[in-house]
């Protein structure tokens, strides 16, 4: 079978989402937004398989790697029959990422010790309960309620506003103003970052995110803003969020502020991965996760 690999376009988001819904796993990355948005960056194209959706990226040294396909179980193993032909076709080693545990268990249960599995603790995301992040209940939250009662100190006239095509501007400029003080220019990663941040407020409507902002006086400048969207009947996830560092407690608010406006009928929000930087992942397991979401690498063994 002939396997046609195709960019990503925007056009596609009707096509790719139809398949997406069918992935009932709460892992940030399998999202049309996300998947469009750091493509110019990674380079992902697509296939339909067998009448299921398989991504291909492409390693370091330019070898393509695949996710599990999506799709009904028996087309799922005839696409995996397919793709090893195609690695073989490809003279490449068999390579698949992002894959969950009960991926590589329905791998297992058809091709035992066929292959192995190496899960990425960088890669894992971040799950927490919605009314905990809202409520910040409890002596474990107790730091995280300080700080917001810090910034409303600071800040009595403090607004929350959901992000429309009437203040997307302002939330464009502070990223602008935030990247210039984080000095990303000199900083490859948040660089890219910013990049998708900035896409992503420009394709709001077009990509169907939702967002919210954060100004320490109606009519003020932005202070804080994020960005994010469904993930599943039961999942909400954040994929972007800005403060000004020198604004006390100005991402414990947004944080809040945006489980409590946009997240509060689901029951999880998925924060993503800390992607292995220390500080990262310290903010992250302040809010003491539910659970992590583990992702690995499949190869044959």
Request: charged fraction near 30%.
């Amino acid at each position: 079978m002939e396997i046609s690999l195709r960019k990503i376009e925007l056009e596609d988001k009707e096509l790719l989402t139809s398949y997406l819904k069918q992935k009932p796993y709460r892992s940030c990355d399998l999202v049309f937004a996300n998947i469009y948005l750091w493509s110019r960056k990674y380079r992902t194209e697509f296939a339909i398989v067998e009448d299921t959706l398989v991504f291909c990226g492409f390693q370091e040294d330019g070898a393509p790697s695949i996710t599990f396909p999506i799709g009904e179980e028996g087309q799922v193993r005839k696409a995996l029959e397919v793709m090893f032909g195609w690695f073989a076709k490809q003279q490449a080693q068999f390579h698949m990422h992002l894959v969950q545990e009960k991926e590589f268990e329905q791998l297992e249960a058809w091709w035992p010790g066929k292959f192995q599995v190496a899960y990425n603790r960088d890669a894992a995301d971040y799950v927490y309960e919605s009314d905990k992040l809202i409520s910040l209940a409890g002596k474990k939250l107790h730091g995280k309620r300080n700080h917001i009662n810090r910034f409303k100190e600071s800040n009595p006239d403090w607004v929350y506003e959901p992000i429309t095509a009437g203040n997307v501007e302002d939330c464009f400029q502070m990223a602008l103003k935030w990247r210039e003080d984080m000095q990303c220019e000199y900083d490859v990663e948040k660089r890219d970052e910013m990049c998708v941040t900035l896409n992503a407020l420009r394709l709001m409507e077009e990509l169907e995110l939702q967002g919210g902002l954060l100004r320490a006086k109606p009519g003020g400048e932005v202070i804080a803003f994020t960005v994010g969207e469904p993930l599943n009947p039961d999942t909400f996830v954040v994929h972007i969020e800005k403060a000004f560092a020198d604004v006390q407690g100005a991402y414990p608010m947004i944080n809040q502020q945006f489980a409590e406006h946009a997240a509060a009928r689901y029951q999880y929000v998925n924060r993503e991965e800390d992607t292995g930087a220390e500080g990262l992942r310290k903010a992250k397991l302040s809010y003491h996760p539910a659970f992590l979401v583990q992702k690995g690498i499949v190869t044959l063994k």
